[in-house]
């Protein structure tokens, strides 16, 4: 069990080009642990606002159906978001909110593991507890520890390369990718 692979997929909560938390979801494939490959679901920026009426009248979204498939499909998910207003992109929470409502309920006891950076000194820290509200309530696994909350991200990346430049930033990641492993081998 313990040399299983996996398949985990990003779920990137900004819309931005030149997002730093892009540039953090980028760097993870690189960045996993043997045997896990991690691939990024498509970009939630056309998703329209959920309604029920459209719901009912149209079904759901051709992207939301995608990512659904793949979350279904994967061993766990990454959400990398930063953090709006002290809580969850409108983007982000509009993704999910699409996707809580689809039968064969995707992020039911799927592992999750967040990433929150910002500009600021706390890294989106308010933003990674309200998210984990919600996926409590989605009856997600989420892992608690290690915490990954880039503060000053904007100091840790190259944007003009859109790398990831900070060591200490790069090794922590390294190694929340492999316990989210674990973890994924452990209760998925």
């Known amino acids: 069990?313990?040399?299983?692979?996996?398949?985990i997929v990003?779920?990137?909560g900004s819309l931005r080009k030149g997002s730093?938390?892009?540039?953090v979801a980028n760097a993870l494939p690189g960045l996993a642990p043997e045997g896990v490959t991690i691939e990024a679901l498509p970009s939630?920026?056309?998703i329209p606002l959920y309604d029920a009426d459209r719901q009912q009248d149209e079904g759901f979204p051709a992207q939301i159906e995608?990512?659904?498939?793949?979350?279904r499909q994967a061993d766990g998910v990454i959400i990398v978001t930063p953090e709006y207003n002290y809580s969850v992109p409108g983007g982000l929470k509009?993704?999910?909110d699409w996707i809580s409502r689809l039968p064969n309920q995707p992020l039911a006891?799927?592992?999750v593991a967040i990433q929150t950076s910002s500009m600021g000194p706390v890294g989106g820290a308010r933003c990674q507890y309200h998210l984990r509200q919600i996926l409590v309530f989605?009856?997600?696994?989420?892992?608690?520890k290690p915490e990954f909350m880039g503060g000053v991200i904007q100091n840790k990346v190259d944007e003009q390369k859109s790398t990831l430049t900070d060591t200490s930033t790069i090794e922590f990641l390294g190694k929340q990718l492999s316990a989210f492993a674990d973890y994924v081998r452990r209760v998925g």
Request: with cysteine.
């Open 44 to 46: 939630i920026r056309d």
């Open 109 to 111: 006891g799927k592992p």
């Open 66 to 71: 995608a990512i659904a498939e793949q979350i």
């Open 20 to 23: 730093y938390n892009g540039i």
């Open 1 to 7: 069990m313990s040399d299983k692979p996996l398949k």
């Open 10 to 12: 990003t779920l990137l």
């Open 94 to 96: 509009n993704a999910i």
């Open 138 to 144: 989605l009856d997600c696994q989420v892992m608690n």
